[in-house]
């Protein structure tokens, strides 16, 4: 009973890497979620995929690209690390947009 | 000024004792009201939620709105070393976008 799975847990990126954050869920969920929490900021949305196929934009989506590669798995990519990107990433997953969410373990992430 | 203000804490208190942790919004078209529970490097996992005004009790916990004065609380009555964590307030601004505090750290001290 696994849930939201994230990986990794913790990366190390030096400016200007490029790295890809998986996350999978196993409760057959429509719609997910990549979000970062900062410090003194609360949980912000980068961007959403409200079904299979759909990704749009949120709160705080540059610097970022999304795939939802099927109705399992949604991937965060940075393309060019920036240390303003250091932060907890959070992988979420719900049943649709108005239902509880579900949040992965998080991938601790610092780019130096 | 941002949309959800939540004291970031912390807020030590003994066990057994009542605790109260409030958030205050701006936005007076918020419907949905929900408390997040996250335990030092885990996920956020949800508590409770509420639609429109009213309480709403869940054993130990009761969530409470007033729209009148767009205040939102979360009740732990009888707390316990376990519900040492942070506690997260929530509100639906949109279908897919959730508006999240900063957080409140609780420590319930044995």
């Known amino acids: 009973n696994a849930g939201v799975t994230q990986t990794p847990k913790f990366q190390v990126l030096k400016t200007g890497q490029s790295m890809t954050l998986q996350c999978a869920q196993d409760?057959?969920?429509?719609?997910m979620y990549w979000y970062r929490q900062d410090p003194g900021m609360g949980l912000r949305l980068i961007y959403y995929s409200a079904s299979e196929g759909t990704t749009d934009k949120g709160e705080v989506p540059n610097g970022y690209n999304v795939s939802r590669l099927n109705k399992r798995e949604f991937s965060l990519r940075l393309e060019s690390a920036a240390p303003s990107q250091t932060s907890v990433y959070f992988c979420?997953?719900?049943?649709?947009?108005?239902?509880?969410?579900?949040f992965g373990q998080g991938t601790r992430l610092t780019v130096v | 000024q941002k949309e959800v203000e939540q004291d970031p804490g912390p807020l030590s208190v003994p066990e057994g004792a009542i605790v109260s942790l409030n958030c205050t919004y701006s936005n007076s078209a918020f419907q949905y009201f929900m408390w997040y529970r996250q335990y030092s490097r885990k996920g956020p996992e949800l508590l409770m939620y509420t639609y429109s005004s009213g309480n709403k009790e869940d054993g130990r916990f009761t969530a409470q709105v007033d729209k009148s004065s767009k205040y939102i609380s979360l009740f732990i009555r009888d707390s316990q070393p376990s519900d040492s964590a942070t506690y997260l307030c929530a509100m639906r601004a949109g279908t897919y976008k959730y508006i999240f505090g900063t957080g409140t750290r609780l420590k319930v001290l044995a």
């Open positions: 979420a997953s719900s049943d649709r947009g108005n239902t509880e969410a579900f």
């Open positions: 409760m057959n969920h429509n719609s």
